[in-house]
């Protein structure tokens, strides 16, 4: 672990701890070890590649107790799911309510974050309220591309 992938991962463990006390939610060890995770990979990691870290030291964690963590987190903004390829990404963000962009790159499967500050859903249904979207660009990213 690098040091700036500790830094992440503890400024994401914090921020979680706030938003779950906001929430009323308990970040569980298994919610923590899949945070701590995503932030020491620092790219979108599919789900079952995550099982082994999500585990204890006799066996890997099972499919759905995983998913059922990472959709906790993803329900917080603290982690995104990235839909085009299965994969799961720390929030670069500190989570909370926001329209996320999502450039990943298919060569080497890195993705970067921004946020969309234009308004969501300018013709959403009326009434609609949104929580979180999230917008996933395709292409290749500068040092792949060079
Ligand atoms: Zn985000
Ligand atoms: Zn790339």
Redesign the pocket.
Known sequence: MTDSHRIAAADALQRAEKLCLKKGAKLTDLRRRALTALAVAGRPVKAYDLLPALGDETSPAKPATAYRALEFLEQL?LV?KVAGINAFVL?????GS?V?CLYVCEDCGSAE?R?EHAQPGADAPSGFEVERSVVEHYGRCAACAA
């Open positions: 903004g995104h929030c670069a963000h500190g989570g926001h996320t974050e946020v």
